[in-house]
């Protein structure tokens, strides 16, 4: 946040920016291609660039663990990002914009393009809070309020496909990294399985016919599949027979998820962040600062492995920094 607002008085100002700080949500993590730097999205439309490699120096200050540049990116929230090689991609109410990464460094956070897919009408302004980077066809995959997966060629800019089958509103997206399929999860109470070779749905997971409903987060690792949402249960499913194999034993809502080595780390309501193994069994309970985690980042950049981390986000001004699993070694402040 600047230090002073047109026209405002500086006790005022102040006074606003602490307010706004103790209201924050941070939506959204995304990691620089260079491993070095950290992109957080917030609730008022803001993307804070932090520096990993400085904030994790043996030298390191209490000025380190703040921004480096913020900037006003969306007017409504910042519900995702990706970074591909050289661009970060950010996407909010209606629109996906592009950011050059090496100019965001240099501080000069002038979008390099913005698109909006070919909604139904165009008074339509629905959330996209998903975003997934497909390489081998180097597209992007958008989802969220108008119930459709878009498909983007990030060469061309250009609206490829739209994959309809949910009658509700899409929360999350997962790359089958071994073949070219893309799972979906939605407030339908479904999690659906893409091939994007044809364009269609291949399988349906009817997670609402047991005690959980999709609400937030699926992450695949051949041949498993985790959902997370807004029923009391995290639930291991076996992708090929469609069938539940563990029903994790967390009453909080858990709203992220994703596999790590051999375990599942989940987060959601509650400031902890779970480990669990595949059996179920809770191996560790890793407090951090927020009172709720919207979102998990492993920073796995080949290129900087100083900054291997795992960072996580959500109901609060703070990105809490893992040097190791076991524990939050400081946390980042927008």
């Not at 070219?180 to 479904?190: R, T, Y």
């Amino acid at each position: 946040f600047s230090h002073s607002l047109p026209g405002v008085p500086p006790v005022q100002a102040e006074v606003f920016q602490a307010l706004q700080r103790l209201h924050m949500t941070i939506f959204s993590q995304s990691v620089s291609p260079c491993g070095k730097f950290l992109a957080a999205g917030n609730n008022y439309g803001q993307i804070a660039i932090f520096s990993l490699s400085a904030a994790l120096s043996s030298e390191a200050k209490e000025e380190s663990k703040k921004p480096m540049v913020t900037f006003h990116a969306h007017d409504g929230p910042v519900y995702s990002m990706v970074s591909t090689d050289r661009h970060l991609l950010s996407a909010g109410d209606g629109e996906v914009k592009g950011w050059l990464w090496a100019e965001i460094l240099k501080k000069g956070c002038k979008e390099l393009w913005r698109r909006q897919p070919p909604y139904r009408t165009s008074l339509e302004v629905p959330e996209i809070n998903a975003l997934l980077l497909v390489p081998k066809e180097n597209s992007l995959i958008l989802a969220g309020g108008d119930c459709q997966l878009h498909t983007m060629d990030l060469e061309t800019g250009t609206f490829t496909r739209a994959l309809r089958g949910h009658t509700d509103y899409i929360h999350c997206l997962a790359l089958r990294e071994r073949s070219p399929e893309v799972l979906s999860g939605g407030e339908d109470g479904a999690v659906r399985l893409w091939d994007l070779r044809i364009a269609k749905e291949v399988q349906t997971i009817e997670v609402y016919k047991c005690p959980q409903i999709v609400w937030d987060g699926v992450a695949t690792e051949s041949p498993w599949l985790t959902v997370c949402g807004g029923g009391p249960a995290l639930t291991l499913w076996h992708l090929r027979s469609s069938t539940p194999t563990t029903v994790f034993p967390i009453r909080a809502p858990q709203k992220h998820v994703t596999f790590y080595q051999d375990l599942i780390l989940s987060a959601g309501q509650g400031c902890c962040v779970n480990h669990w193994q595949l059996s179920g069994e809770l191996k560790a309970q890793v407090p951090g600062s927020s009172p709720g985690l919207l979102s998990l980042s492993l920073n796995q950049q080949p290129a900087a492995p100083e900054c291997k981390v795992l960072t996580a986000s959500g109901n609060s001004c703070r990105v809490d920094v893992f040097t190791n699993l076991g524990y939050r070694a400081f946390s980042l402040s927008f």
